[in-house]
């Protein structure tokens, strides 16, 4: 009964208004109007199924495995703007930079690799993975030897495969071989993230969105279309001294788009 009394007077219950409303009042009765008057009201319930329920498990494996490290870097973009005006198919700004970042894997292989818990694995080849929005939930279709392509087919495979991955028509084939992961949120508006490396790579690239701001060059004010890019590590593989130097090359390629075959 002391038990019954104290939690009446913690949550400041009026016994006797209760009783008007509800009758003789036991425990199961008062936890009741507890979690009715104190607790928020469920809109739906939604057990994790299929696709859902898998990125869930992964993505808690990832967390809890991997040990996280997230460093940001800001890069001009206002070459690959540029780049894409005077490409025919106008590709996305995101079709570029990932062509673009493969050959800052192909300088730096330590990034694009796998590592088991023991062993660290380093591809050769550089399949880079897309996390796409979809209505069965976020899924990661493989661009495979993204540095070996030239830019026409790879805007033509990227475009199919995004199609397929919004249509639901991937196949087992798309969805695995990947080495290396890049996530973008920056047509949400998004500064800067914390990306979730998808096991068992070693990284994943984040591109958040690109704004105009004032820079300095050669001692004079201009305005450039800067963007920044969160690259995640696990720190189990890369230090962070790796980590910056592969950003490093990323701006580099970023900033001299002649480099894109």
């Known amino acids: 009964m002391d038990e ?48 859902r329920k898998i990125i869930s498990k992964r993505l808690y494996q990832s967390y809890n495995q991997a040990i996280h490290v997230t460093i940001n870097m800001e890069i001009k973009m206002d070459n690959i703007i540029s780049l894409r005006e005077k490409i025919e198919e106008k590709p996305s700004l995101t079709i570029l ?46 661009l495979r030897e993204v540095d070996k392509k030239d830019i026409k087919t790879f805007i033509e495979e990227y475009n199919d495969i995004i199609t397929k991955a919004r249509n639901g028509t991937l196949k087992e084939k798309d969805l695995v071989g990947a080495t290396f992961t890049v996530t973008n949120l920056g047509m949400f508006g ?29 001692g004079k004010q201009k305005i450039a279309k800067i963007g920044t890019l969160s690259l995640t590590i696990d720190h189990r593989i890369i230090d962070g001294a790796l980590g910056a130097q592969f950003l490093q090359k990323v701006k580099e390629h970023f900033e001299h788009t002649e480099d894109i075959s």
């Not at 490396?197 to 004032?214: C, E, F, H, T």
Request: proline content about 5%; cysteine-free.
């Open 4 to 51: 019954f009394k104290e939690i009446v007077e913690q949550y400041d219950i009026d016994l006797e208004k209760l009783k008007e409303e509800k009758g003789e009042i036991n425990q199961e009765i008062l936890q009741s109007y507890i979690k009715e008057k104190f607790y928020p009201k469920v809109k739906s319930e939604k057990k994790l199924i299929g696709i």
């Open 97 to 142: 930079m990932i062509k673009l970042l493969a050959n800052a894997l192909r300088d730096l292989p330590q990034l694009n690799a796998t590592f088991d818990g023991e062993k660290v694995v380093i591809y050769d080849s550089i399949n880079i993975a897309v996390a796409t929005d979809t209505q069965n939930g976020l899924i990661t279709p493989v």
């Open 190 to 218: 998004v500064d800067s993230f914390t990306p979730i490396i998808n096991p068992p790579q070693v990284a994943i690239l984040g591109i958040n969105r690109i704004k105009d701001s004032i820079i300095i060059e050669e």
